[in-house]
């Protein structure tokens, strides 16, 4: 087939392969020798060159010829953009060998053996005195930590189990219930208050990761922080939920 009028030194193609199920777009020279450009599909399809017979076909998918002449230039074959060059690999290998990572054999290195090494992050997070490794950052996070539990427990504190409450989250509209439970949990850390809402309001039945904090109905019970609980005379108000 001739070919006329390709004076780009560039031609962009979609790469396949008998290996895998997927194509990709690449740009290459037309300058390369068909030996030099089957170098550069090892990266992309990952079979050797040597075991590598290439086929071109047009951008309608319509075969044209085969790229077997070693020496030849990659331009002189009928290659323009938009055409699909297909690698039908030789080696062995099977059809998605190449595409299940789990195959792939990891490296691993022990905790004792990181720890010596001086070109790690944690190494250079260390000299650099950053993250963990910043004591007087971690003195001040533990700092305010430490006040901040101390400011949630003195909130609890004026919380008693059976009162009655308003719950007024950041954002959402109030709602009342009953408070079921006051103090630390094991899902998160500081202190919670465990809410039986009036109506079905909340996400849980008082249980959290398989631990029982309390009793009610699904979707009844709710943790909140105290922060935004108020005890006081808040009789049940009807929310309509229950209205056809």
Same mark, same amino acid.
Not at 80 to 102: F, P, Q
Not at 148 to 166: D, M
């Given at each position: ?41 090892? /990266? ?17 998918? $319509? ?5 077997? *002449? ?5 331009? %002189? ?18 059809? !998605? ?10 490296? $691993?290195?022990?905790?004792? #053996?990181?720890? *010596? ?11 650099? $005195? /950053? ?15 430490? *006040? ?7 909130? #609890? %504190?004026?919380?008693? +189990?059976?009162?009655?409450?308003? +719950? ?19 899902? $998160? ?12 309001? !909340? ?17 009844? !019970? ?5 922060? @935004?609980?108020? @005890? ?13």
């Amino acid at each position: 087939m001739e070919v006329t009028g390709l004076s780009a030194p560039t031609v962009n193609v979609f790469i396949s392969s008998s290996l895998n199920s997927f194509r990709s777009e690449k740009r290459y020279s037309r300058n390369l020798t068909i030996a030099e450009f089957k170098c550069k599909l090892e /990266l992309v399809v990952g079979s050797p060159a040597s075991c590598m017979e290439l086929e071109l076909y047009g951008a309608d998918d $319509k075969f044209y010829s085969k790229l077997d *002449q070693e020496d030849a230039l990659l331009g %002189s074959y009928p290659v323009d953009n938009g055409c699909r060059i297909h690698v039908i690999d030789h080696s062995g290998a099977r059809l !998605g060998e190449y595409e299940d990572v789990s195959k792939v054999e990891k490296y $691993k290195i022990s905790q004792e #053996a990181y720890e *010596q090494r001086q070109d790690s992050v944690r190494s250079f997070l260390k000299r650099s $005195k /950053l993250g963990p490794y910043n004591e007087e950052q971690k003195a001040q996070q533990e700092a305010e930590a430490a *006040q901040r539990l101390a400011e949630e427990k003195a909130q #609890a %504190s004026a919380i008693s +189990v059976g009162s009655r409450c308003e +719950v007024r989250p950041l954002g959402q509209s109030p709602r009342r219930g009953t408070v079921m439970y006051v103090g630390l949990t094991d899902f $998160k850390p500081g202190y919670w208050i465990g809410v039986r809402y009036d109506e079905p309001l !909340g996400k849980n039945d008082g249980s959290v990761n398989g631990k029982r904090y309390f009793e009610c109905q699904d979707k009844y !019970g709710a943790f909140v922080k105290p922060s @935004v609980v108020t @005890v006081g005379d808040f009789p049940e108000e009807d929310y309509g939920l229950d209205e056809m």
